[in-house]
């Protein structure tokens, strides 16, 4: 029997970045308790500020007024967690979330396939920061002991076989988690670490401490809290539904034929955890040779067969197979917690493609590479201001961003300098940047008066401005000769479109300047 080994992932901001603040800032989460609005998850920054749980808002505010606060929301944090943990069945087939920001795989038997214990946790890092999450992580025989090292650690560790109890030592005994009552009672007798507490006699403990201590006593020395298996694994079975055909064919019209059974299989079977599919594969048993595999995105995460099978049917149009196929089968290869949403009763405009079945689509017909989505990068130079990443259809969501449209006011009895005040204002409120920016700056010509704008000449000759909002003044990168800039953009309105152009005063070759036209707002 091979020895069960586990990895945890610690996240101590899990609660916050979900909600779209970085571990770095002092933000917290807050939610009515004991008939006040007390403070139920922090940011390490928070921590580091002072700030602690059960501690009032007002408190917070009093002691950090900069401090920003999240209203809880039970429902999404839930849907996040169980999206997150479908994410990192990808490395096990035994998940589990342990605490509230604290995640659990089993991998005694896929660690192998990721070049060992160290790379598996090193490849499961990386993919929480890409996904926007600070990380520390542990692999050890017990889960409560990977949990341990994992928040209270120095760093990343991969415990040996059979070691724990070395590696637990010098933690504080508050990595154990121990109840309030037991907490206590060890600080009464002095144990502060985790070692001390291991070398107490384990029938003293059993005796005095009841089985929360015999639980914990059991993890400081090395061993499996609950016995040889760690308890409440979630088994990851995957999704599938196969059938024979009734014999050899190339045809698409019997494939077609068995197709909604199958995916009415899927569904039930989606429906029994709960999930919705936004990924399936599709296999090709062939006469004589290897299985094909075709692989579709469905978009919206759904458990719908009918419109499974829509996509799918659209994705096997144009399909040639090499062979004559014997057996189909069919399984989800990506799932999320099903969604919440349902169509409106009255408002059927609702009942139109939504944009991720449409994303779907286009990355089936032109192909992965073909759909990007941007990231911000920090350049000031606006052509220069993103990077293209894989867009996943799933995981599209909408997001609604307000921002103060006000610079911030004074509290009663406290100074604010007004530059200081404008600038940082300033760096909060987004500058008008187009929908549309074009993948080469575009020299035109353009006639000024009093310095502003009037009209430009396009393709079709000149166009007059009607209305006109800048300079925005842009410049950078001096250090370097072949990327340093110098422009003054204008957003200007045409007849019928809003553009986005600029003066670029380091190509300057004339009196009125070098123009040039950069985007469109439309």
Not at 359 to 364: G, K, N, P
Not at 382 to 403: C, F, I, K, N, Q
Not at 404 to 415: E, V
Request: hydrophobic share 45%.
């Amino acid at each position: 029997m091979a020895v069960s080994r586990t990895l945890v992932l610690h996240l101590p901001a899990f609660r916050l970045e979900r909600c779209g603040y970085d571990a770095d800032q002092v933000a917290v989460l807050t939610a009515e308790q004991k008939s006040a609005v007390r403070l139920v998850a922090l940011t390490p920054a928070a921590r580091a500020a002072g700030l602690r749980e059960n501690m009032t808002a007002t408190e917070a505010r009093a002691r950090q007024p900069d401090v920003l606060l999240e209203a809880y929301a039970a429902a999404g944090e839930d849907f996040d967690r169980q999206a997150l943990l479908q994410v990192l069945t990808q490395f096990s087939d035994r998940v589990f979330p342990l605490f509230e920001e604290d995640f659990a795989l089993g991998v005694e038997g896929t660690a192998r396939l990721f070049g060992g214990e160290a790379s598996l946790l090193a490849q499961v890092r990386g993919l929480l920061e890409d996904l926007g999450h600070v990380s520390q992580g542990a692999v050890a025989d017990d889960p409560l002991a990977a949990t341990a090292l994992a928040g209270w650690g120095p760093g990343d560790v991969v415990v040996p076989p059979g070691q724990a109890a070395r590696a637990l030592a010098p933690l504080p005994i508050a990595a154990l988690r121990p109840s309030k009552d037991l907490a206590l009672a060890l600080a009464t007798l002095g144990i502060e670490r985790v070692g001390q507490w291991a070398r107490l006699d384990p029938a003293s403990v059993a005796g005095r401490f009841g089985e929360d201590g015999v639980v914990l006593h059991r993890v400081a020395r090395g061993l499996f809290a609950q016995g040889p298996e760690p308890p409440g694994w979630r088994e990851v079975e995957p999704i599938t539904a196969s059938v024979v055909l009734g014999g050899p064919t190339t045809n698409l019209e019997p494939i077609f034929f068995v197709l909604p059974g199958l995916l009415r299989q899927i569904a039930g079977g989606l429906l029994r955890r709960d999930e919705a599919a936004v990924l399936l594969a599709i296999h090709f048993v062939l006469e004589g040779g290897p299985a094909r595999t075709l692989r579709v995105r469905v978009g919206r995460p759904t458990l719908n067969p009918d419109q499974m099978q829509r996509v799918v049917r659209a994705r096997l149009h144009d399909l040639r197979l090499d062979a004559p196929v014997v057996e189909l089968q069919i399984e989800v290869e990506g799932a999320v917690p099903r969604p919440t949403w349902q169509l409106g009763l009255v408002d059927r405009t609702e009942v139109r493609e939504p944009l991720e079945d449409l994303l779907a689509r286009l990355i089936d017909a032109l192909g992965e590479e073909a759909l990007l989505t941007p990231k911000r990068v920090e350049e000031w130079c606006p052509e220069r201001a993103w990077r293209p990443l894989p867009l996943d259809p799933g995981r599209v969501r909408p997001r609604s961003l307000r921002r103060s449209s006000r610079p911030p006011r004074a509290r009663s009895g406290q100074r604010i300098d007004p530059v200081d005040a404008i600038e940082a204002f300033e760096r909060r409120v987004p500058r008008p940047r187009p929908t549309m920016l074009l993948p080469r700056p575009l020299p035109i010509e353009v006639r000024l008066c009093d310095g502003r704008p009037t009209s430009v000449h396009l393709e079709h000759g000149w166009e007059r401005i009607s209305r006109s909002e800048g300079p925005e003044r842009l410049r950078g990168t001096w250090w370097s000769e072949s990327q340093v800039f110098d422009r003054s953009y204008w957003v200007v309105q045409l007849l019928q479109r809003v553009g986005w152009i600029f003066e670029d005063y380091g190509r300057r070759r004339a009196a009125s300047g070098c123009w040039y036209w950069h985007g469109w707002f439309d």
